[in-house]
T-cell receptor, first 112, second 116 residues
Framework: TQLLEQSPQFLSIQEGENLTVYCNSS?????LQWYRQEPGEGPVLLVT?????EVKKLKRLTFQFGDARKDSSLHITAAQPGDTGLYLC????????????FGTGTRLQVFP | GAGVSQSPSNKVTEKGKDVELRCDPI?????LYWYRQRLGQGLEFLIY????????KSGLPSDRFSAERTGESVSTLTIQRTQQEDSAVYLC??????????????FGEGSRLTVL
């Protein structure tokens, strides 16, 4: 059973387009993170959200944590080829565990 | 360097052989994680350590998998009697603070295991 489902699984777009990636669960998470992974490398942290309803912006990337802390979204404005990669959400379900589980992943390809 | 180091970077083995994968975390990081990533997929949680203790081993796929950590530093993931379905990239990560407090995980580049 996958606790964190991401959609879409694959996304192929042209440079300049906007996109949104979703991370959904039926469980509540104490915090949620987004990572990006490029081929042959480990994932790298983009952002952490901890409060329900929280919105964080990182240049052209906007991250939102759902009010009920069960879901999150990543919106990219005016995508660039450098945004290409595997996007992963990850979360911790409670405050008495350090088990960080990852979502199913969204593979983004941005063409020039 | 100062990052997480994993070895070997690539390992090809025959079905039935045992393999050991090593992870050197960032110095001072108390938490250490192992994940498995099959081609093109997300990360599957295997085990994590706080210090030298492993509070949650629930992700280990079978009793052929084991892991240990010593000196609150190096960790070894051992796979006995390897099977073809064990082929994957095994990623190690370390963190300065607990995951529940939203600590950042720093990943190594992974060990790619191929079982023939």
């Amino acid at each position: 059973t996958q606790l964190l489902e991401q959609s879409p699984q694959f996304l192929s777009i042209q440079e300049g387009e906007n996109l949104t990636v979703y991370c959904n669960s039926s469980s509540v998470f104490s915090s949620l993170q987004w990572y990006r992974q490029e081929p042959g490398e480990g994932p790298v942290l983009l952002v952490t959200v901890v409060t329900g309803g929280e919105v964080k912006k990182l240049k052209r990337l906007t991250f939102q944590f759902g009010d009920a802390r069960k879901d999150s979204s990543l919106h990219i404005t005016a995508a660039q080829p450098g945004d290409t990669g595997l996007y992963l959400c990850a979360g911790v379900q409670s405050y008495n565990t350090d088990k960080l589980i990852f979502g199913t992943g969204t593979r983004l390809q941005v063409f020039p | 360097g100062a990052g997480v180091s994993q070895s070997p970077s690539n390992k090809v083995t025959e079905k039935g052989k045992d393999v050991e994968l090593r992870c050197d975390p960032i110095s001072g990081h108390t938490a250490l994680y192992w994940y498995r990533q099959r081609l093109g997929q997300g990360l599957e949680f295997l085990i994590y350590f706080q210090g030298n203790s492993a509070p949650d081993k629930s992700g280990l796929p079978s009793d052929r998998f084991s892991a240990e950590r010593t000196g609150e530093s190096v960790s070894t993931l051992t796979i006995q009697r390897t099977q073809q379905e064990d082929s994957a990239v095994y990623l190690c990560a370390s963190s300065l603070s607990a995951a529940w407090s939203a600590g950042e995980l720093f990943f190594g580049e992974g060990s790619r295991l191929t079982v023939l």
